[in-house]
């Protein structure tokens, strides 16, 4: 093989990575009016608004990320509606009561746990309160996803991989 | 103003007429393996060589293309949370490899690396003391000596806020190194810079080129060395979750 062979060869790989993302941000110009207008009308002071195109198993999903009233939102739609708003908030902001039971639960789950993010998923439809945690059970320690109801219920319980932060040399 | 004018010139000429900077050019392949022991622990080991690439003659001097140096460096790390993670390693290092006049070095290092979001990227700090026993060629012995690492560091993902398979990012950093005791050249000893690309290939595997700048004080004099290099790193991680959306399993309660 040649030296020319080798470097059509790699021109032609280089040609050929396609790009298969599964979210991009996408500038302002290119989001729907409709999504805009909606993010204008709700959240009318956000600031540090971002767009991203996402796609999960084929279906295309558009999300918005900005800052509103102190909190960090996140609003996703699909086919320019709707579909989840997620809102991070430290733990001591969610009501009292459901943070009781998800503290009891938590307990009961792990012997030992830590309160790593917290989020409320679709506050003014189907409330769900997002809790990622490090806990320990069972001499292992994981991370952990776990979805609470308003009224602190588990209703789901996912682990989660946490890679090392990068670091050569 | 005359006189701070001729005295910035006669500094400048003294420090032509006194320098003896030396500028090398290179290339710095390197290969690193990650991988889980648990959740919490992992283990990694990063291979690198630098090879200067160009004989050189300097002020009569001959300065041949040769290999710089080989660097082993096994290590375990403890991710103590997502932000914050501690290492520990021993490391081989030997200088002139592959000649007569090698140089062995065995170290061992304790590091924290803190992690940020900035922007849509991570911003990492990263502190490492290292214990260093330096081969003596001429009395066989390995002295200890110290030194102290700080490295700042930005990388982030070029087509989204989440590096996905067939994606681009962005990765640079500076580290600065203090020689603390033992046999040393000046305290702040070296400095690295760094900026490159690079290309997630899969699920485990990333591609990165870029330019790195070595500078290291040489003598007690603290005339520099410049090293030139440019990097290319294959990074593999093995520690990859089951499912696509990035979580091992779920369970329903």
């Known amino acids: 093989m040649n030296l020319k062979t080798i470097s059509l060869l790699l021109f032609s790989a280089f040609l050929n990575l396609t790009v298969t993302a599964q979210e991009i941000r996408i500038p302002q110009e290119r989001v729907a009016v409709k999504i805009k207008e909606y993010i204008e009308k709700n959240y009318p002071t956000a600031t540090r608004i971002k767009y991203y195109q996402e796609v999960i198993n084929d279906t295309v999903f558009m999300e918005s990320e900005f800052k509103f009233r102190g909190n960090k939102y996140a609003v996703t739609f699909y086919d320019e509606a709707l579909y989840e708003v997620e809102i991070f908030l430290a733990f001591k902001d969610i009501p009292t009561p459901a943070q009781k039971a998800i503290k009891s639960t938590l307990d009961s789950l792990f012997t030992r746990h830590k309160i790593l993010v917290c989020q409320e998923v679709n506050p003014r439809t189907d409330l769900l309160y997002e809790i990622r945690v490090e806990g320990t059970s069972e001499r292992s320690t994981a991370f952990w996803e776990l979805y609470f109801t308003p009224s602190g219920k588990l209703v789901k319980k996912t682990e989660f991989i946490v890679r090392p932060i990068p670091s050569h040399f | ?253």
């Open chain 2, 1 to 253: 103003m005359k006189n701070i004018i001729t005295s910035i010139f006669l500094i400048c000429i003294s420090g032509i007429g006194h320098a003896q900077d030396l500028s090398f050019y290179g290339i710095l392949p390197a290969f690193s393996l990650t991988g889980g022991i648990n959740q919490k622990v992992n283990y990694n080991l990063f291979i690198s060589t630098t090879i200067n690439a160009f004989e050189r003659e300097i002020n009569g001097e001959n300065y041949p293309a040769s290999n710089l140096q080989l660097y082993v460096q096994p290590s375990i790390i403890f991710i103590y949370s997502p932000k914050l993670n501690l290492a520990g390693s021993y490391t081989y290092q030997r200088g002139n490899p592959f000649n007569g006049n090698y140089v062995n070095e065995h170290r061992l290092w304790q590091q924290a690396i803190f992690s940020n979001a900035l922007f849509q990227g991570q911003l990492t700090n990263r502190f490492r003391l290292e214990e260093r026993f330096i081969e003596n060629r001429l009395n066989g012995k390995y002295p200890l000596s110290t030194r102290f690492r700080y490295q700042i560091g930005f990388n982030t993902p070029l087509q989204g806020k989440k590096l996905n398979e067939k994606e681009f990012y962005f990765h640079a950093y500076n580290e600065f190194y203090w020689s603390l005791t033992g046999s040393k050249n000046s305290t702040y000893s070296s400095n690295w810079s760094y900026a490159g690309f690079g290309y997630k290939i899969g699920a485990s595997n990333k591609i990165e080129l870029g330019y790195l700048l070595q500078i290291s004080t040489r003598n007690i004099e603290k005339d520099l060395q410049y090293l030139h290099l440019v990097q290319i790193l294959w990074a593999t991680n093995l520690k990859k979750p089951a499912a696509k959306d990035g979580y091992k399993h779920i369970s329903q309660k």
